[in-house]
């Protein structure tokens, strides 16, 4: 049977984890394109979607449970938001990459020429895929086992940039409930080389600026100003309170 550019073997070693049943790692790394092509193979049907379903929701309860005993003091809320940013489909697709999924996918002749290796779509479905095959090969503990570490290091990264807190979400919620408008978002600055560029935003309500924050990207800077704001106005309302 055919496979990726990158032998399955391969793939074993950087997960560091040898599949007693190889056929479950070959399915998870089978997309649909390629089974449809060859149906001499398995049949139409022998592609990683089945796999994807259940790897999707093994990741969700080990993550949960995982984010449940490391973070005592973390509320239903933050824990949530952090779930949801660890299992989302560019942090999945970026663990696919690190293990070499995409080179290892086996992709239909169209689907491979139009890019499908580097597609995030097909990277977090083969990621999801193979975390079904290894749940079915050697059981929960050998999941957590070879993933623990990589979610361990992303959590710590996005606590440490705040990336799980959606202060724009918040933001809009009691402006619209306070003031009755939807806040703007204005880029009002540019600088640095193109590589380590850094924007400033500013979080307006109608014509009144209320934050300003700085980022490496559009979007975070966004954020920034959005947490600015909120800052900044919860300050007004403790010395109007008093």
């Known amino acids: 049977m055919g496979e990726g550019v990158l032998p399955l073997l391969e793939v074993q ?31 139409a049907e022998f592609h990683n ?15 949960a449970a995982w984010l449940y005993q490391t973070y005592p003091d973390f509320s239903e809320g933050p824990l949530t938001r952090l779930r949801a940013t660890l299992v989302c489909t560019t942090t999945l697709a970026s663990l696919a990459q690190r293990l070499g999924l995409g080179e290892a996918l086996r992709l239909g002749r169209g689907e491979e ?23 079915l090969d050697g059981g929960l ?37 306070e003031r009755g408008v939807t806040p703007a978002y204005h880029i009002v600055g540019e600088e640095g080389p193109e590589h380590a560029k850094v924007f400033t935003a500013q ?17 975070l800077a966004e954020q920034a100003a959005a947490r600015s704001a909120i ?12």
């Open 13 to 43: 070693n950087r997960l560091r984890y040898h599949f007693l049943q190889p056929d479950l790692l070959e399915l998870a790394l089978t997309h649909p394109s390629y089974a449809h092509e060859h149906p001499e193979e398995g049949g």
């Open 49 to 63: 979607q089945r796999l994807e379903f259940l790897g999707d929701a093994v990741l969700d309860f080990l993550v």
């Open 113 to 135: 020429e139009s890019g499908g290796n580097a597609r995030v779509a097909n990277l977090c479905d083969a990621l999801e895929a193979l975390v079904g095959a290894l749940y």
């Open 141 to 177: 503990e050998t999941v957590w086992e070879h993933m623990e570490p990589w979610f361990a290091r992303e959590a710590e990264a996005i606590l440490h940039a705040e990336t799980y807190v959606d202060a724009k979400s918040r933001f809009q919620e009691w402006a619209q409930a």
């Open 203 to 219: 979080a307006v309500l109608k014509t009144e600026v209320v934050g300003e924050g700085q980022g490496s990207s559009k979007r």
């Open 231 to 242: 800052a900044t106005l919860m300050r007004e309302e403790q010395l109007t309170d008093k």
